[in-house]
């Protein structure tokens, strides 16, 4: 490295290191590690979700809890267990899942020579749900008699496990945290609208609470969820330009209704199979967040789904001042505290811990609050705060009066959270082509940069494919995949980035977690 | 039967079939049944949630964690998974749950003979967590150096297995869900005010929310939890006498830092472990709930955790007048909806369902749900509502102006719960005894009637005990065991009431679910 380049690097130090630019993959971890929001744990595969993670997502159960029961639907809780007789009932559902499932095989332990050994084999393994179609069918088939049992409307928030071989945190672990929600319908008019409304209601989650803007469509056959008739999706572009999957839902047509028997007796009288449908987002939504949100300073934690939203550090230079600082920190939380941003009250902590100022201050700068304020002694006396945004840290600091912070915070924190929209739109529009109509250009841009995408500007390329199943086999060298046809097609004939033939539908092609 | 006996049970005929005094035990199944609060599931010994159990369990996750908050605590999630090796660190611990613990053995199924059958055996076998101090030490041991680092107040949301071999609906299930909380402080004597002030908190709680008295105190030596150095807990009397154990709080005193090394940098500069505790309360809420409150007309929900404090249900008789009735009961939802309880706006349902308004009461009976509303055409031209209250169901139906009942709903609401706690606590005095001090009484008391204690009186004896571990061997034939020794301890000297030896500790003796 020069001398230059070195002090380059130095005047541009940053909290996060490695920064984006310099290792994409170590900055993820990096960020989630000096956030606090999650780390892997001594069990393989497994993460344990610390209070700054949990605490988003505990907001954002309570906001997509209350888009389901607005729709109707009610919380059920199913078992864990799935015996292995129910899960060989659909095909094509164990196929898809058969290679990451955890098995219980005995129910208890004993010692042996010291160590303790598995004991007590049961009958039948049981496997931990990876997902819960058929041990909710199950129920459904008992619950359903007649028509006039249907739709019937369900969630459920669970663990699940997926035996992943390579895990990362937060985005693929062996056990996640998810909903998982499951209707039941007549007809297949009413499974479908309630698969696209669902789907709806992910989107609009996303786009209004995270901050992540999202492409909604459908899955290509190759990318169903196995057991599916439809897969539908929502899919966001992270800053390295690879695409997240950030939920989905799915219409299951009637093969688990065949698989579980669940049978009704319709208007007609005619004994018919429910039209089943499925859907879910998971824990992975917190990895989306981080790197969708976050700089090479840390995370930038978007206002709606952040547990503390204004951070107050006291700054305190003399000792004989401290009881004052602290007494008007403690009366500036309780104001602030009692103002609303959309519907609830401001979440704002006083940090009272007993270190340097400085250093809370970085620390709430890595785990992303959206807003730090410092008072100390000089800003009492001037009847101001000293005010930080975390989307506009290049901005510095900007003094306030304090009446005048307290009666703009709200406004303050929705600007932080459409902040993050915009730039998140703003990327994703910046790395999204549309005028790739050749595989010699399409394998051009994608060979471009496999390894640092963060860089090299690849996103997605939208363009048109001709759907035959074979040509999908081209992409495999380069990693990409039809991450979904979205709902606003063109509607324009064109040729097929893959084979060159005659083609209607556009797709979007990109590499994905 | 004689034709006498035959018409008095034609008179008396109730919802739940068999009444508590015909078979108190098969009552509590059809209850749980009627209500639709849950069911068992196909999977050995696990249950489903319905609706109606999950809402009133969400709403104690509630208050709970509001309660958790309060005194500091921050939610936390860890793996389901638990190494072998993690579990077998503390030696007390392991012998209290190796019988009943699911283990993983493998990571995949594969098919052989048309079979799916487990594959990929793991190096570890991984036990499902019956509860997670162990692995939560492994963390703890990586975040605590310094005793400024501690205290360490969290809590976790979680599923839990412990291989019944007798499950019990709600009760005694091989999967439930609970909460636990984990904390690790500097000293003794922080950690008990912390196991102390938890106790407070889960009595507070079920007295205040579930309207179930409770008895504070702490379990004898041999009652403890497996690894804790006191254990602490509330004991609640259902219906037929029988203790249920409603939560317990643990001082684990070092075990569990020394199991998992958890040391810290005391403020002397020494190397000391940390004093833990942890505290636990579960969906055996909902079998206590159901156990205390449920009449044989099937359940009484306390309004605090009903999902559905009000519901109304329209009286359609006569088409033409039908969209004018639900015109009215929307209104009304409206209005009541608008009101709150607590701090909390009222839960108001309008049952809208196309089945006859007799069935739909006699539904929210069975569920029960706190009021019930029936509004027909002629309570719309009278203003009226008939109001019907699930704790008075002898004194039948009331009319109310509508305005009057909007008005006074909460009080309403308010009342029902009182009358559940007071007739509970009612229940609790009428069957404890405290004139016992010898032997023979004791056993002649337990022996009356070992099968169907809601019939014969029985319930918890306060008694002098002596504290030698020997004379427990005598309760075993009478099924009886020592619930706790409560916190309000006489002071007085008697004779221990199995041994005949003098003795200073009030203990309460009684049977258990």
Redesign the interface.
């Known amino acids: 490295m020069s001398k230059n380049a070195q002090n380059n690097k130095k005047a541009a130090k940053t909290a996060i290191s490695p920064t984006r630019a310099e290792d994409y993959a170590q900055w993820y971890q990096q960020v989630v590690r000096a956030s606090d929001m999650a780390e892997l744990?001594?069990?393989r595969g497994?993460?344990?979700?610390?209070?700054w993670g949990?605490?988003a997502?505990?907001l954002m159960q309570r906001e997509l809890d209350r888009r389901f029961r607005e729709t109707g639907h009610?919380?059920?809780?199913?078992?864990?267990?799935?015996?292995?007789s129910?899960?060989?009932r659909e095909a094509d559902h164990?196929a898809g899942f058969?290679?990451?499932?955890?098995?219980?095989?005995?129910?208890?332990?004993?010692?042996k020579d010291g160590?303790?050994?598995?004991d007590?084999e049961l009958e039948e393994?049981?496997?931990?749900r990876p997902t819960s179609e058929t041990?909710i069918g199950?129920?459904m088939s008992k619950w359903v008699q007649s028509y006039?049992d249907l739709p019937i409307l369900?969630n459920q928030w669970?663990?699940v496990?997926r035996?992943e071989m390579r895990p990362r945190i937060l985005l693929r672990t062996?056990?996640f945290?998810w909903q998982e929600g499951h209707t039941a319908h007549e007809t297949y008019e009413e499974a479908m609208k309630e698969t696209r409304l669902m789907l709806d209601v992910y989107g609009k989650f996303a786009e209004e609470h995270l901050a992540v803007p999202v492409i909604k469509g459908e899955k290509i056959a190759q990318e169903r969820f196995p057991g599916a008739v439809n897969t539908f999706c929502i899919e966001a572009m992270m800053q390295d330009g690879r695409a997240l999957q950030a939920g989905t839902s799915h219409y299951l047509g009637q093969n688990f209704a065949k698989a579980c028997n669940i049978q009704f007796q319709s208007r007609q009288g005619n004994l018919e199979y429910v039209h089943t449908t499925s859907w879910g987002a998971s824990t992975r939504l917190l990895g989306a967040i981080v790197m969708t949100h976050a700089d090479d300073d840390g995370m930038r934690m978007p206002p709606r789904i952040a547990s503390h939203q204004i951070i107050i550090v006291p700054i305190l230079r003399d000792d004989t001042q401290s009881g004052e600082v602290m007494a008007y920190c403690e009366s500036l939380r309780a104001e602030l505290a009692a103002c609303s941003y959309g519907d609830q009250p401001i979440r704002v902590k006083l940090d009272a811990r007993?270190?340097a100022g400085g250093d809370k201050r970085w620390d709430w700068i890595k785990k992303g609050a959206p807003i730090i304020l410092e008072v100390g002694p000089r800003d009492i006396q001037g009847g101001q705060v000293c005010v930080m945004r975390r989307d506009k840290m290049s901005a510095g600091k900007r003094f306030m009066a304090r009446s005048e912070f307290v009666q703009t915070a709200a406004n303050e924190l929705e600007e932080v959270q459409q902040t993050l929209f915009n730039e998140a739109l703003a990327l994703r529009e910046a790395r999204s082509v549309n005028d790739i109509h050749d595989w010699a250009a399409f394998e051009a841009y994608f060979k471009k940069d496999a390894d640092n995408s963060f860089v090299s500007g690849q996103g997605f390329v939208r363009a048109k494919w001709c759907g035959e199943a074979d040509s999908l086999a081209k992409l495999d060298p380069l990693g990409v995949t039809v991450r979904c046809v979205p709902f606003d097609q063109s509607g324009t004939t064109g040729v097929c980035v893959l084979t060159g033939k005659p083609a209607t539908q556009d797709v979007i092609f990109a590499r994905a977690y």
Request: charged share 15%.
């Open positions: 744990s001594g069990v497994c993460m344990v979700i610390k209070a949990y605490g997502w505990e009610e919380n059920y809780y199913f078992p864990l267990f799935i015996p292995l129910y899960f060989q164990v058969a290679k990451e499932m955890a098995i219980v095989t005995h129910h208890r332990l004993t010692i160590v303790l050994v598995p007590g393994p049981l496997a931990i041990v199950e129920s006039r369900l669970a663990n496990v035996w062996a056990e945290l007993d270190i």
